[in-house]
């Protein structure tokens, strides 16, 4: 599709040094995982390894202006990684299936009073209400120090966005779900990554399909919440 092309044509009127890789992965490792570890593992070398930090997106993700400048901020602060706020490109839902719109409201209303209930349950001072809970690949940042500690991206075939930021908070990392830090992503449902966004948002039109796993009983959240915070 012409992206190394591209990225080193752009690259060359840029003021900053822009590194480019072609790989070539073979069966069994031609993944989004896969992809997205070769990447953070060759940001992690370029980076200082004391205070260097790693930012990751998506080739279908439009960063806001300040997404590094926020990035940058929140990590300051004395976290260890930073979620951002992703939203679906507006043009692109307006030629979705209404089901696909209504049921997709739902669920995000629904994962929005998770978080809610989830903070006033079990506060984190580094992570306080109003935030999010997504924890997307299309917008993560982490200090490479925390890169190193927890070993890498873990290169599953899906849902290695969610992985890297799990095996963060099983060290004990802070982790904050930003809503300075947003980016605007593709709600196509044609996306060439099994079992990514795209076939997420395109199965949500058929009514037998189950909602995403992250999507837990109520009141299962509330009792790990509670339980949590009386560690």
């Not at 997404?67 to 939203?87: C, K, P």
């Not at 307006?94 to 669920?107: A, K, S, T, V």
């Not at 890297?164 to 196509?188: C, N, Y």
Request: net charge negative; charged share 25%.
């Amino acid at each position: 599709d012409a992206t190394l092309e591209r990225v080193r044509e752009i690259g060359e009127a840029l003021p900053m040094m822009v590194e480019t890789r072609s790989v070539e992965l073979p069966p069994g490792y031609a993944n989004a995982g896969w992809a997205r570890k070769l990447a953070m593992d060759a940001a992690a070398e370029l980076v200082n390894p004391v205070n260097g930090v790693i930012l990751t997106t998506d080739a279908d993700t439009l960063v806001d202006e300040d997404w590094i400048e926020q990035s940058l901020i929140e990590l300051d602060s004395g976290l260890d990684a930073v979620a951002g706020f992703v939203m679906a490109d507006p043009m692109e839902l307006m030629e979705l299936d209404p089901g696909i719109l209504d049921r997709g409201r739902l669920e995000w209303e629904y994962q929005q009073l998770a978080a809610e209930l989830q903070s006033r349950a079990d506060p984190e001072a580094h992570d306080p209400w109003p935030r999010h809970n997504q924890n997307c690949g299309a917008s993560a940042a982490i200090h490479v120090r925390t890169y190193h500690a927890i070993g890498g991206l873990p290169p599953i075939q899906v849902g290695e966005d969610r992985a890297l930021f799990e095996a963060v908070r099983r060290i004990d990392g802070k982790i904050r779900h930003s809503l300075s830090v947003q980016v605007v992503t593709s709600a196509r449902t044609d996306g060439r990554a099994l079992g990514g966004l795209s076939d997420q948002i395109r199965l949500r039109g058929d009514p037998d399909h189950p909602c995403d796993d992250a999507l837990e009983v109520a009141v299962v959240t509330l009792r790990r919440s509670i339980w949590r915070s009386r560690l």
